[in-house]
C-alpha cells in the first residue's frame, strides 16, 4: 500500500491520543510487539499505530476500531478458550524470563570492548526479547476499553444511578495485586522501618542532608547494604520514553527522609496498604455476589483484572528497557561521534546496520527530531517529517468543544476534594506540585508517583480505568477522575476546583 492511500485511510479512524515524553529509538519495540509481536501469539495484532515525536516530546496514538476488533476477538477466544488466560500468562512469564537473562548478559559485558559487529549481535538479541515480552501486555489498552464499554453497557441497560455506577466501577476495576511502585515503595518502608526503630539512625536521617547520610553510613554497614541493594533494584523507576537516569543510593534516602519526617513508624503505612488491597477484594467479591453478574460479565471482570496487571508490567519492563537502550545507544554515540539527542531517532533496524558497518544518513536524525510522524501497520511503516508530519499528526484527532466551569470523566477513585490546581505535564513541572493540590495532567506514568502523594485529588485528560492513574489513586486512595479529554487546556495553575468523584465531575469554585 502506497503512502498516499495509507494517509487516506488513516484519516477515517477515530484515534485515542496520549501525550507522553518519547523518542522513537526507544518506543519502537513496543509498536512490533503491538503489531507483529501480538499476531504471533494470539493471530490478531493492532491495525494501525501512530507515533509523533519532536525533541523529546510526542504523542501515541490508538484507534478505537483497533480497540473494538481486537476486544471482540480476544473476548470470543476467551469464551471459547478456558485456558487462553493462563496460556498468555505462562507465554508472558516466559518471555520474561528471557529478558532477564539478556539483561545478565549484558551486565557482564563491557560494551566499549565488544567488536562492532557483536555488539551490534548482542543488541538484536535485547531488541527481540524485549519485543516479546512486550507483546501480551500490549492487550492491556484493549481489554480496559472493551470491558468498560460492556461493563457500562450492562449496568446503562439497568437503568443504574449514575452515583451507584461510579461506585460500581471503582469497585470491579480495582486490581488484586499491588502496582509495582506500590511494591517499591512498601520496600523502602520496610528499611525506614528499621531505620525509625534505631534512636541514632533515626537521627542521623532527621537532621542531616543525604550526602552526609552517605558518609555516616560506613558505621551502620547492614542498612546502608539494604539501601544500595534497593538502589540497584530500583535505579531505573523514573524512566521514560525519552530519557533514563540511574538512580543512586542517594535518591532514596531522600525517600526514606520524606518517609520519617512524619514522626510515625513507617511499618503502618505497609500494613496500611495490604489492608488496603484485602479491603478491594472483600468488597469486589461481596458486590459480584450481590449483583448476580452473569458469565460473560464476570469473564470481563477476570480479563480486566489480567489487563491491570500486564499494563503494570509492561510499564515496568519498559523503564528497565529505557536503560538498556541506553546503553548501546550511548556506545553507538562513543564510537561514532553522533550527538545523543540525534541518535534517540533513529530505529532500531538502522542501528544494526550501523553497527555492522552499513552507510547511513545522519542528517535525517536531526530532520527527524524537529518533527516526525511514524504511522505502523503490520505490512508497513510510513515516516513523514516537517510540517507535513505535524499536520498530519494534528489532523488525526478530533477537537473537543472546551466548557470554561465544568468538566466531566470517569471516576478511578471515589471522593469529593477541593483544592488549588497544578498542571503537572512532565518532569520538567514536578517542582510545582505542592501538598494539598490538585494534580492535573494529561496522563500518569511511573515517574510521577512522587507528586502523585502530594496531590489531594488527581485529574487526567487521558486513560481508561485501567491506566497508571487509576490504580495509583486507588492505592493511595486520592479522588481521581480520568479521560475528561480537555482538564488541561481548561485549568490553570492557581484556579480553585471541586473534583466530585461521585459524580465524575471537576467545577471551578
Known sequence: MSSQKIIKEIKKLTWEPHDMPL?????FYVLEAAAKGLKMIIGDCYHHLAVYSANDNGRWGFTEEDFERLG??????????????????????QAKREVREIIREIDKSDLKTLPARQLAGLFSKFYSA???ETAVPALANVLDYQSQKQIKTYFKERKTAKSDLARYLTILNAPNRLSYTTVERQKLSGIAHEIFINTKLKSLFKKE??????????DFSAISRKINNHAREYFWILNNYAQATVLGADYFIVGLKKILQFNS???????????????AKIEKKRLVAKLRLNKDLLLLIKLLEHGIYWRDERKKYNQIADHYHLL?????????SIGLGDLKYIFPSELIKLLRGGSFDRNSLRVRRASNL???????????????AKQLNDRLYKTTKIKTGLIQGDSACLGKVRGEVRVIMGPNDFKKMKPGCILVTSMTRPEFVPVMKLAKGIVTDEGGITCHAAIISREL?????????VATKVFKDGDKVEVDAEKGEVRKI
Open 328 to 336: 548501546f545507544i550511548k556506545e553507538t554515540v562513543r564510537r561514532f
Open 374 to 388: 511514524i504511522i505502523y501497520t503490520p505490512a508497513k511503516l510510513c515516516l513523514f517529517t516537517g510540517k507535513f
Open 23 to 27: 523518542t522513537p529509538y526507544l518506543v
Open 209 to 218: 542532608d543525604a550526602k552526609t547520610i552517605i558518609a555516616r553510613l560506613k
Open 130 to 132: 524485549f519485543v516479546r
Open 265 to 279: 513508624d513507617p511499618i503502618l503505612e505497609i500494613k496500611q496498604i495490604e489492608q488496603g488491597l484485602k479491603k
Open 72 to 93: 471482540n476477538y480476544v473476548f470470543d477466544k476467551a469464551r471459547r478458550n478456558k485456558r487462553l488466560l493462563r496460556e498468555l500468562e505462562l507465554k508472558s512469564s
Open 477 to 485: 486512595g486520592i479522588p481521581c477522575i480520568i479521560g475528561t479529554r
